[in-house]
């Protein structure tokens, strides 16, 4: 679990269901949507489709290659963040080509998926 | 938010708009909400919390209004606290139907109240909650959780597993989600199954 430097609330990475920690700062960036706007030079906005996508920087785990979290595909995602918003994702593959930080074992990654879910839960009579 | 019970108090109170009120009105209250008004021993505080949470002042046909606890007569005090006792004894009388014994195989309680994770319609609901037995090892964010919030969510992660839903684990707002008589028939008959001793050791000298 990483913590987020602004109100040091709890970050939490679950990838294939193990929980992973992120670089200490969080950073962190949720992309839910799937169109993405773009302002015309006369002020009109043109929408194109694009993938959802999570960006985040691991702290690559002893247990784990690093190649694995490289060419991660079609797996299941959580994240919880500091102020209580969840998202989960079915089938994210990382897309990022960028390299394993061996000094600072991290693990820039790039999820694309299909669709984010942000959890909003509640109890229904049965 | 669904309406518990209802209460006409002995004496009128003064709400926060700077009206008054002679009834209340008891929301049911989620785990969260729970979890926060139990997490202290003290009597005056757990009342505090509840009525803070899921306790709103009602006067007619106007909208529920929220109002100091301190403003409460003793008796309707004591009628509130006896609210919360009742809630335990409504988890106590529910008879388990569970299949499993949490050691050798994994031990399936069945929610009194579904978990819609969201408000779309085709959202997934999670309508049992599996719970395995852990070793040692793996259990240390809950031996070393303090408090009952800490240690209820410490619980439900390491044991707990949603069932029906493509969540792989009990994230915390699910865990908050949960109502009030889930969370207490887990907290009070559940986890003595999978964590408390059962003194079935021998003294041998």
Known sequence: MATCIKCKGVLNFILRGQSIRLQSDGDVTVLVSTQKRTEAYNGEFTIEDRNAKITATLVVPNEIYVRDLQTLCDVPVVLELCDGRTFSTDHASNISDNPYDAKKNLQPIELITDDITELLPQAIAA | MQEYARLDLVKPITVKD????????????????????????????????????????????????????????????????????????????????????????????????????????????????????????????????????????????????????????????????????????????????????????????
């Open chain 2, 18 to 205: 700077g009206g008054s009120s002679t009834e209340i009105v008891v929301f049911r209250p989620t785990c969260r909400m729970m979890t926060e008004v139990l997490d202290t021993p003290n009597v005056t505080v757990q009342v505090e919390r509840f009525v803070g949470s899921c306790v709103r002042a009602v006067n007619g046909g106007t909208e529920p209004v929220p109002f100091n606890a301190a403003e409460l007569n003793a008796i309707d005090g004591s009628e509130l606290s006896s609210i919360l006792n009742e809630m335990s004894e409504e988890a106590d009388k529910v008879n388990l139907d569970m299949t499993g014994d949490g050691i050798l195989s994994p031990l399936v309680y069945t929610l009194k109240r579904p978990i819609k994770l969201s408000p779309k319609e085709d959202a997934e609901t999670m309508h049992q909650i599996a719970f395995e037995g852990k070793r040692v090892g793996d259990i240390s964010d809950f031996l070393d959780a303090r408090g009952e919030t800490k240690e209820f969510h410490a619980f439900m992660r390491a044991f707990a597993k949603p069932m029906g839903v493509t969540l792989p684990i009990m994230t915390d707002n699910l865990i908050d989600a949960l109502d009030f008589l889930d969370y207490l028939v887990i907290r009070r008959q559940i986890m003595g199954k999978l964590v408390y001793a059962r003194r079935k050791w021998k003294r041998v000298s």
